[in-house]
């Protein structure tokens, strides 16, 4: 196991995954800014809704989001030029790590794997060439890494697209359902918008979509199928950019290829003026065994969170309990109406809440239909009417549909969700149990 995990490889992969990388985390941080995202999500809603049990985490009052954001840029570029790399590396991850974690409105598995990306990217020798770092200090330069690093990256994203198939495996991806009702909200997009409503569009976003994720990165590891792999991986990843505008990720994972093709490869299409490293070293430092345990424990988790949903009880769809953190990209479609009420203690009184006053329009759509957020939803009015001195209980009327199906209660409306208590590895009663055809029929009109 240590001569093939820690025997010496040549680093191009690595290091151009590192400007790669560097470039598309700064432009992120700059991107956030530009696009008004920083102001939608974080300076325009009265509160934001945190990760449970990161409460602590809180927007920066003022301009603090704008500085915030303008500083990722600049770590971005300091990892893609190579200066000081482990600082800048380090502290993305954790400003990174925060804003993640300091917002669900606009949760997006791939903001999810950029965090795991950039802590993993923070214990890498990236920076020993085509770097600041390397010019300034002649003793760092190599142009050599240990195995790991490449088996680690290649394991991660294997993760991701592996589970990204699996959720897929489900009876409205399979009959286009979700599919075209994917596309349905695509259909004012200039020139495109009106193919992207063709029924063989569908069927190709379907199948086409399953078999790339379980199949792409087999396809990228044997030599044979590298080239098509690759030209398949720029045909999925620029369509998915163009029709979803989903940021960087189409191109963080075009520029995965790094790590399949060979150094010579890379050196020759990129004409870099060095050579391969030919050295067939064995290099086990001292910290080889705790290494190996920790990196060990966090890729156990990596393929145990995703299958969490399957100890809970009933549909991960239906509940949304474990649909976080798991690769489920791009799945479905939820509708929501909610309704709140308020039950004053003292007196019995019971109104309805206007809790749209708290929330942005984007706030508003999302907190319609998933119950975390509905929880999180309660226990601010709580808060609030303690403010005013009234001691209420919170109850929510909620109905939802999936995948254009009939709506159907998912709140238990006469539960007290002030008083209920979130449970992240269990399910909730007060979310009601999935009825047979909650995604099954279309409504009716």
């Known amino acids: 196991m240590n001569k093939f995990l820690f025997k010496q490889i040549d680093n191009t992969g690595l290091v151009l995954w590192r400007i790669a990388f560097g470039f598309l985390i700064a432009a992120e941080g700059f991107g956030a800014i530009a696009t008004g995202w920083v102001k939608r999500v974080f300076v325009d809603p009265q509160f934001t809704f945190n990760f449970i049990g990161f409460d602590f985490l809180q927007p920066l009052p003022g301009m603090g989001m704008y500085f915030y954001f303008a500083t990722l840029g600049v770590l971005g570029i300091m990892v893609m030029v190579g200066y000081k790399y482990r600082f800048a590396m380090f502290s993305y991850a954790l400003l990174w790590t925060s804003v993640y974690l300091m917002q669900k409105t606009s ?14 990217m923070a214990f890498l020798p990236a920076n020993r060439w085509l770097s600041v770092d390397a010019k300034k200090n002649p003793a760092l330069k190599s142009f050599s890494m240990p195995r ?16 990204a198939a699996i959720a897929k495996m489900y009876p409205d991806w399979w009959n286009l359902k979700a599919p075209t009702l994917l596309m349905l909200g695509k259909s004012d997009y200039w020139l495109i918008g009106e193919l992207l409503q063709q029924t063989w569009v569908h069927y190709s976003i379907s199948y086409f979509g ?39 990720f189409p191109y963080m994972s075009i520029a995965f290829a790094f790590f399949f093709f060979s150094s010579e490869t890379l050196i020759k299409r990129f004409k870099l ?9 064995v290099k086990v430092p001292s910290s080889a065994k705790p290494a190996i345990v920790v990196f060990s424990i966090y890729f156990l988790v990596q393929i145990g969170l995703p299958l969490r949903h399957w100890f809970f009880t009933d549909d991960v769809l239906w509940t949304e309990e ?15 109406i ?11 009184e019971r109104t309805r809440y206007p809790y749209k006053d708290l929330l942005s329009n984007k706030q508003k759509r999302n ?13 601010r009015i709580h ?36 008083q209920e208590k979130w449970f992240p590895l269990k399910h909730h009663d007060w979310i009601l149990p999935s009825p047979e055809d909650y995604h099954s029929k279309a409504k009716k009109e």
């Not at 909610?338 to 019995?348: F, M, P, S």
């Open 322 to 336: 474990g649909h976080r953190l798991s690769w489920r990209m791009m799945l479905r479609s939820r509708s929501g």
């Open 338 to 348: 909610l309704h709140v009420w308020i039950e004053d203690k003292a007196t019995g």
């Open 107 to 120: 949760y997006n598995n791939h903001y999810y794997l950029m965090m795991l990306l950039c802590w993993i």
């Open 367 to 379: 907190v319609q239909t998933k119950p975390d957020l509905i929880w999180q939803l309660a226990q």
């Open 148 to 163: 790991w690093v490449k088996v680690i990256l290649i394991l991660q994203v294997f993760i991701v697209f592996t589970y």
């Open 273 to 281: 003026k060095r050579e391969v490293y030919a050295g067939d070293e």
């Open 210 to 248: 399953l078999f790339f994720d379980l199949l792409i990165i087999p396809l990228f590891l044997w030599r044979k199928t590298r080239v098509l792999a690759f030209g398949l991986s720029l045909f999925f990843h620029l369509f998915n950019s163009v029709v979803f505008q989903i940021g960087i």
């Open 383 to 418: 808060d609030l009417e303690m403010e005013k001195g009234k001691d209420v209980a919170v109850y929510a009327n909620c109905k939802v549909k999936i995948n254009g199906g009939v709506y159907h209660p998912l709140i238990d409306p006469e539960v007290d969700l002030a």
